[in-house]
């Protein structure tokens, strides 16, 4: 009798969890994706994302410290968010940043919020 309860459990499981389960699933397209923080495309869009709000702030000093974390999205091109610390005057701060890399390899900051 145990036997039977055995396999029928056994069955059961075999047919709710199916090969692969447990394991990851990829993003989904257009989805949001973590990148390397030592990517080429997310280090250009960082400097790009840099460099346009020290535009912003004019007379204020910003430069770039380290990348923390990045993730990209395809789309149109490809969007990065990007989570980094920059000296601002003389102060560290964290900042995170989307950027929009079009598909004619320009760039555009759409997004910039001190934490």
Request: charged letters at 25%.
């Amino acid at each position: 009798m145990k036997t039977r309860w055995i396999v029928a459990a056994f069955v059961i499981l075999s047919l709710y969890c199916a090969p692969g389960c447990g394991e990851e699933k990829p993003p989904a397209p257009g989805g949001w994706s973590d990148a390397a923080v030592d990517d080429k495309g997310v280090v250009e869009a960082a400097d790009f994302a840099v460099k346009a709000e020290q535009k912003v702030l004019e007379k204020d000093k910003l430069s770039l410290v380290k990348i923390v974390s990045a993730r990209h999205q395809v789309v149109a091109g490809m969007n990065y968010s990007i989570e980094m610390t920059v000296k601002h005057n003389d102060a560290e701060k964290t900042a995170t940043a989307v950027v929009w890399r079009q598909v004619n390899k320009e760039y555009k900051l759409t997004s910039w919020t001190w934490k």
